[in-house]
């Protein structure tokens, strides 16, 4: 089963516009990462936040973490057509027990970014 | 330094019948993951092997079976598939404990 929802289903912008992608999920994490997916092939790593963390940057991605909440947000500056992908948000959960190195997915947002 | 790699790609089974998967993890890497991703859904977790035993398992029934082999590539086994089973499936490596996991291009099985 999947372990949160994320909103919205579908995100249609303009180049040079931000994006912002939320995911909420339900079990206690160690870390909450997010992931980009190209015409139903592979996904790629993007960023991992930590459990303690509230806040990440990578280049034109920012994430965020409420853990108090159980979300977090996807933030990307500047889009550019080639940002037109999937966006997942996947959760690990505390170590220690039988879940540990599970990644449980949302179902993720689908960006669409026009030219 | 190549990525995971799958094979194969594509693949196209009728029901009732067997089907194996296979995967290449990321070199320095030998904890191999499996993914069931349906279309328009997030991945789905089969299992993880590490070590080649299976260290973990997600709520697959025991028609997915899986195996590493001693250079910590696996295979990913599916008996008498169901129109259900159609799906991209995933693998994803990583070394040891490590929290990020690196994905394979996917095959893509249909079953007719």
């Known amino acids: 089963s999947q372990q949160g929802e994320e909103d919205p289903q579908a995100l249609s912008i303009q180049e040079g516009e931000n994006a912002t992608m939320n995911c909420s999920y339900k079990t206690s994490i160690n870390n909450l990462q997010w992931y980009r997916q190209n015409s139903g092939r592979g996904l790629v790593h993007l960023i991992l936040?930590?459990?303690?963390?509230r806040e990440k940057h990578s280049g034109r991605l920012r994430v965020t973490l409420d853990t108090s909440k159980k979300s977090s947000s996807l933030l990307i500056t500047a889009s550019r057509a080639a940002d037109t992908a999937s966006y997942f948000c996947a959760t690990l959960p505390n170590a220690g027990g039988t879940s540990y190195g599970k990644l449980t997915f949302g179902q993720g947002t689908i960006l669409t970014v026009h030219p | 330094d190549a990525g995971v790699t799958q094979s194969p790609t594509h693949l196209i089974k009728t029901r009732g019948q067997q089907v194996t998967l296979r995967c290449s993890p990321k070199?320095?890497?030998?904890?191999v993951s499996w993914y069931q991703q349906a279309l328009g859904q997030g991945p789905q977790f089969i299992f993880q092997?590490?070590?080649?035993?299976?260290?973990q398992r997600g709520n697959f029934p025991d028609r997915f079976s899986g195996h590493q082999f001693p250079n910590y590539s696996s295979e990913l086994n599916v008996n008498a598939l169901l129109l259900g089973d159609s799906a991209l499936y995933l693998c994803?490596?990583?070394?040891?404990?490590?929290?990020?996991?690196?994905f394979g291009p996917g095959t893509r099985l249909t079953v007719l």
């Open positions: 994803a490596s990583q070394p040891g404990r490590a929290d990020t996991q690196y």
């Open positions: 092997y590490y070590e080649e035993e299976e260290r």
């Open positions: 936040i930590r459990s303690n963390e």
């Open positions: 070199s320095g890497h030998d904890t």
